[in-house]
């Protein structure tokens, strides 16, 4: 129900947008949010926006990526810019209803990951 995409492979510096398209059912009045996962560590936040627009962002993205949704369109992209080696793992979309939008355990639905590899 959601399908992550736009990860690949960038220089340090560069930039990518990945997206993540809904659809089953409506997200409209959830939060969307995106998790990553680097080999050998935990799922950890990175970003996400409330229905009404609201955005937060973990302290090691904020001033280089950018959380978007069209609920309209019920797709969520997450603009990543000046890319770092550490900003390599696997990216995933997620939507939750309630809770601490910091947390994956408050998101019910997630999307299969998407590999973003950045090269030093």
């Known amino acids: 129900q959601l399908q992550a995409s736009g990860g690949g492979l960038v220089q340090a510096g560069g930039s990518l947008r990945l997206s993540c398209a809904a659809s089953?059912?409506?997200?409209?009045?959830?939060?969307m949010g995106w998790f990553r996962q680097a080999p050998g560590k935990e799922r950890e936040f990175v970003a996400a926006?409330?229905?009404?627009?609201?955005?937060y962002y973990a302290d090691s993205v904020k001033g280089r990526f950018t959380i978007s949704r069209d609920n309209a369109k019920t797709i969520v992209d997450l603009q990543m810019n000046s890319l770092k080696p550490e900003d390599t793992a696997v990216y995933y979309c997620?939507?939750?209803?309630?809770?601490?939008?910091?947390?994956?355990?408050?998101?019910?639905?997630w999307g299969q990951g998407t590999l973003v590899t950045v090269s030093s």
């Open positions: 997620a939507a939750g209803r309630s809770g601490d939008l910091f947390s994956k355990w408050s998101y019910d639905y």
């Open positions: 089953g059912r409506t997200f409209s009045t959830y939060f």
């Open positions: 926006i409330r229905w009404i627009g609201t955005t």
